[in-house]
């Protein structure tokens, strides 16, 4: 009776790429970047160190190609945004960048992890990938928050530095401790998040200088307020206060 050869197992160069990459970011996830080995890719991977070496040289290597890979996903948080942008107003669109940033870095554990190694350490991997972020912070602005910046004494650069650094550290600490009493993982903070953001939004887009502004706002808000108490839908208070819907709907 013949015996059976054993086939050896051939994969192309991108199905090598694509393990060890896959392999490199699920190791990640699990121990954080700082405990990564080129052994312990090898192993996850299952394949020998030589090819790794002649793929990407080093273990900075495959962090280099993993990280260009991976930049995309605060890309796919403003497209996705911005295909409704017509749409949406400044504010609208803004609140909807936000409640996707926080559900995608709670979700993602992996890149929770990359986030904890750029604030620890310094190389040509982090620099490029906090550049092309940065980059896409910028975008943001130039594009949909003209309404913002035109405002006089708001700067929208430190707005949305302190959003988003905010985001990013609560994120961060959530997996280690409470943070100020409150313990993120719980469900029902995820939709106080959510809440926040809108009332934040609201209180910067409707921020003006002028105190004859800031009074008439304040009389706007209890009128639309004792509306809204009287059983008036937010379509009619907003014709008559000139109150934003969303803003109305806010009120309590």
């Not at 090898?42 to 991976?70: C, H, I, Q, S, W």
């Not at 749409?87 to 979700?107: C, E, G, N, P, Q």
């Not at 980059?135 to 949909?144: A, G, N, Q």
Request: hydrophobic letters at 40%; one cysteine or more; a positive charge.
């Amino acid at each position: 009776m013949k015996q059976r050869k054993i086939g050896i197992l051939r994969r192309t160069n991108y199905e090598l790429d694509k393990t060890i990459l896959d392999s490199t970011k699920a190791l990640i996830e699990e121990c954080g970047v700082a405990k990564l080995t080129f052994t312990a890719i090898t192993a996850k991977a299952n394949v020998a160190p030589m090819v790794v070496y002649n793929r990407f040289g080093d273990l900075e290597g495959v962090l280099d190609k993993l990280v260009e890979k991976d930049i995309e996903w605060f890309t796919d948080i403003l497209d996705d945004a911005a295909k409704s942008r017509k749409k949406l107003t400044s504010k609208a669109y803004l609140k909807r960048v936000l409640k996707a940033f926080i559900m995608k870095l709670y979700k993602d554990k992996y890149l929770r992890q990359i986030i904890a190694w750029e604030l620890s350490e310094n190389n040509n991997t982090i620099t490029r990938s906090l550049a092309v972020r940065e980059f896409m912070y910028r975008h943001i602005i130039s594009e949909y928050m003209l309404e913002l910046k035109d405002k006089k004494g708001i700067d929208v650069n430190l707005v949305l530095a302190f959003l988003f650094g905010g985001i990013y550290y609560i994120m961060l600490i959530k997996d280690k401790h409470a943070y100020w009493g409150i313990d993120f993982n719980l469900q029902n903070s995820k939709k106080d998040l959510h809440d926040l953001v809108d009332k934040i939004c609201d209180l910067i887009f409707s921020y003006n200088t002028s105190e004859k502004d800031v009074i008439e706002m304040n009389t706007k808000m209890k009128i639309a307020t004792n509306m809204k108490k009287e059983g008036l839908t937010s379509e009619m208070i907003a014709k008559i206060t000139g109150l934003e819907i969303e803003l109305i709907q806010g009120l309590q």
